[in-house]
């Protein structure tokens, strides 16, 4: 009697351990497809503009963009980078992005630093002001920032840029930053304090180099916004020289207005640095945004 209520147990654990199991994969089925087709729409686009790039206007009059090209035509990007004048644009932005993203991380670093490390009046009041910065639209700012720029004579120049770009970026780095620092155990700063370093060799020489996610995944999400912003650039910069991708390809798209092979030749060269940056710091990106949602 004992035997055959085990081996009826037996069989029914059994029974539910195969039907977890159909159901799991069933489950895992489903999510693949669903992924497999967002990934299918994230990428068409992408596929579009490549098929575009490499074939001539007439083949794509004929046939429409999602044809495969009949010819490779590979002139399209020698015409987008001289002709266009695109090999300027693609200057003017990295070197913004040389100069500013660097300089608008280490500004919101010395920011953050205090704010998750010391203790002081009003620190969490000062950390929402900076929060605030998220909430402003940058199309009310447009005016008083072409009147300043103008003012301090640098107004179509690249100069002109840096600073809204940095001031614009700080909010979103400093929370970063800071829920990035209050991760480091405070026992670490105390005992470089107690071996005798200062304030500024904590920050430089332990929170900075413990901070390397933080950093790379703001270094691809602030070179992303720098090399993508439009509005602001268009309004400052007046100056063909001064120009950077997204205006330069608003005034291709002028100037070749019936060139869309040359135009999507343009629009891959501008993508392709941001996926190659992203390609090599990709790895940092969820450790550096997730690391600011433990609690010290």
């Known amino acids: 009697m004992t035997a055959t209520t085990n081996s009826g147990a037996n069989a029914k654990s059994l029974h539910r351990s195969a039907s977890m199991k159909a159901e799991q994969r069933f489950t895992d089925t489903v999510l693949y497809i669903v992924l497999i087709a967002m990934a299918i729409v994230w990428l068409v686009p992408f596929i579009i503009i490549v098929l575009t790039s490499v074939r001539s206007m007439g083949d794509l009059i004929s046939n429409g963009v999602f044809a495969w090209p009949k010819e490779i035509v590979l002139s ?9 004048n695109f090999s300027t644009y693609f ?9 500013k ?19 002081f009046r009003f620190s969490n009041i000062i950390f929402v002001f900076f929060l605030i910065g998220l909430a402003i639209p940058i199309h009310v700012t447009l005016t008083p920032l072409l009147v300043m720029m103008k003012q301090l ?34 026992e670490l700063l105390e005992a470089a304090r107690i071996d005798g370093a ?13 901070s390397a996610p933080a950093l790379a995944t703001l270094f691809i999400i602030d070179a ?24 330069g390809l608003l005034q ?26 992203y390609i090599f710091l990709q790895r940092y990106m969820v450790a550096g945004l997730t690391a600011g949602a433990l609690k010290e």
Do not use: C, H
């Open 76 to 84: 399209n990007f020698d015409r987008a980078w001289n002709i266009g």
């Open 91 to 99: 200057r003017n932005s990295l070197i913004l992005i040389v100069f």
């Open 101 to 119: 993203v660097p300089l608008g991380i280490v500004i919101a670093s010395l920011a953050a630093f205090p704010l998750a490390k010391m203790q």
């Open 153 to 186: 004579g640098i107004q179509g120049t690249l100069a002109a840029l840096i600073p809204p770009y940095v001031v614009f970026g700080l909010p979103f780095q400093i929370f970063v930053m800071r829920g990035f620092f209050r991760t480091v155990p405070s």
């Open 198 to 210: 200062t304030e500024w060799g904590n920050f430089w020489r332990i929170l900075m180099p413990l």
């Open 224 to 247: 992303l916004a720098t090399w993508n912003e439009l509005l602001i650039a268009l309004v400052l910069i007046s100056s063909n020289d001064s120009r950077t991708v997204p205006v």
């Open 252 to 277: 291709f798209q002028g100037q070749f207005s019936s060139q869309y092979t040359q135009l999507m030749a343009g629009v891959l060269i501008s993508i392709t640095p941001i996926i190659l940056l």
